[in-house]
């Protein structure tokens, strides 16, 4: 079984500032890890994703994750974010090509001027 | 290319009422999936299809039907809407049950 833990569901931050949302997993297998962004009334799109190799990823929107397979962590970070990002960010993982992606609840990520 | 097409984008129904959410993908994936969104319950998967010609139930399957039309066409039918079914819907596709989803724009359903 799989799981995933947003720990945080709402995080206000002020533009320009640096941001980390969290998100730690749980597998039996090995994983495959995936951030998503929804913005207001759309669906979800993919932000970036860790299949195998180098534990820095980097996204659009210059947003990146690193996998920390020894914590079960796959946090997202931007170092300076715009009123623009204000929307929110899942979390998902998978065991791998023949398992479905479980789903965190979410982060409402909240840009103030 | 169009990626995930779902229509209707809003429907208002009454209890008891019935209709089918469609969901069509030109990416030639295997898998589909329909979801439910609702305030603080993040996505809940309600059916899901590995390949075509298969479904299975995903976390929250009651008072829901899916088809699996073809390869392309997977949809979501309500046979006697309930208010509790009010939610925002939301059809995903992806090469493979493990890989990334691609998700279509959503369907807001009210049932009065």
């Known amino acids: 079984a799989q799981s995933v833990t947003q720990l945080d569901s709402q995080v206000p931050v002020f533009e320009e500032a640096p941001v980390e949302l969290r998100c730690n997993y749980s597998s039996s297998v090995s994983v495959y890890l995936f951030w998503y962004v929804q913005y207001p009334n759309q669906g979800l799109q993919l932000l970036l994703k860790y299949l195998s190799g180098s534990t820095l990823v980097k996204g659009i929107n210059g947003f990146e994750a690193e996998f920390n397979k020894s914590q079960t962590s796959f946090h997202l970070r931007k170092p300076s974010v715009h009123i623009s990002d204000t929307a929110e960010y899942f979390c998902?993982?998978?065991?791998?090509?023949?398992?479905?992606?479980?789903f965190g609840k979410g982060t409402l990520l909240t840009v103030n001027p | 290319n169009a990626g995930v097409t779902q229509t209707p984008k809003f429907q208002v129904l009454k209890t008891g009422q019935s209709m089918t959410l469609q969901c069509a993908q030109d990416?030639?994936?295997?898998?589909m999936y329909w979801y439910r969104q609702d305030p603080g319950m993040g996505l809940r998967l309600i059916y899901y299809s590995a390949s075509e010609g298969t479904t299975d139930k995903g976390e929250v399957p009651n008072g829901y039907n899916v088809s699996r039309l073809n390869k392309r066409e997977f949809s979501l039918r309500l046979e006697s809407a309930a208010p509790s079914q009010t939610s925002v819907y939301f059809c995903a596709s992806s090469f493979s049950l493990g890989n990334e989803q691609f998700f279509g724009p959503g369907t807001r359903l009210t049932v009065l």
């Open positions: 990416m030639n994936h295997n898998s």
């Open positions: 998902a993982v998978s065991g791998g090509s023949n398992y479905k992606l479980t």
